[in-house]
Nanobody
Framework: VQLQASGGGLVQAGGSLKLSCAAS????????LAWFRQAPGKEREFVAA????????NYADSVKGRVTISRDRAKKTMDLQMNNVRPEDTAVYYC???????????????????WGRGTQVTVSS
């Protein structure tokens, strides 16, 4: 699986931003896609995840209610819609993929084998 994230930029607090991750590869039937982020001086942290085949999504508490993860199977993209952004959302955002990942481990970055290059999101106050 190859992943390419895009859509980052500068946004004011309270605004919205949509990140997109283009995926390519041979099969996605048992893939979990996720977004992680890394703020300056901090460790990378889980943001959201969902299975490529659909179903419920998982969100970090810090973004729940403000962020929506979705995927377009025809376009092979995974999006992260961010609303009411906050300065603490400033980070480099990465998309990641894992095969045959059980639901209880979707927040574990060490369970993801495929990573895209990050895209910078900066939220000004």
């Amino acid at each position: 699986v190859q992943l390419q994230a895009s859509g980052g930029g500068l946004v004011q607090a309270g605004g919205s931003l949509k990140l997109s991750c283009a995926a390519s590869g041979s099969t996605f039937n048992d893939v979990t896609l996720a977004w992680f982020r890394q703020a300056p001086g901090k460790e990378r942290e889980f943001v959201a995840a969902m299975r490529w085949t659909g179903g419920s999504a998982n969100y970090a508490d810090s973004v729940k209610g403000r962020v929506t993860i979705s995927r377009d199977r025809a376009k092979k993209t995974m999006d992260l819609q961010m609303n009411n952004v906050r300065p603490e959302d400033t980070a480099v955002y990465y998309c990641a993929a894992s095969y045959r990942l059980i639901a209880g481990l979707v927040h574990r970055e060490d369970r993801y084998n495929y990573w895209g290059r990050g895209t910078q999101v900066t939220v000004s106050s």
